[in-house]
């Protein structure tokens, strides 16, 4: 996995009326009816979830339990969320250290038809089929770089491993 970090930062803007609609109807789908191995944490910040995560029965993750924290920007759905893990991260080539994942849909292939409930499931996918438990390869480079809070969606990610 390769990435790198431009140096430009954003600010967190108010969520606009389409977001805060789209957010309130999926956190009560979610409520209804939230995806295995999930638990999102309730607060009044609507901008902000913590969701735990579960490691599914039967992989290197079993027993474990891990946080996702999404931020939702001023234009979701159109715009993908930022999804890291709060810290400790687990162990997984395409997770580093800082929390940050590499995977696609949180980036370049996100498409607004998606929910916080599909990318829940993309990435419990993702850490089920891990062979291993270790960091990218470049996992000390990236964190170094992305001191100061860079934000994940600064990365230019190089998407070449879709096996784990």
Known sequence: MTSSTSSS??????????????????????????PAGFKHRVTDNLQRWVIDVAGAPGTLYTGETYQLQVDFPEHYPMEAPQVIFLHPAPMHPHIYSNGHICLDILYDSWSPAMTVSSVCISILSMLSSSPAKQRPADNDRYVRNCRNGRSPKETRWWF???TV
């Open 9 to 34: 930062s954003t600010s967190r803007k108010a969520l606009s009326k389409i977001a805060c609609s789209r957010l309130q109807k999926e956190l009560s789908e979610w409520q209804v009816n939230p």
């Open 160 to 162: 070449h491993d879709d």
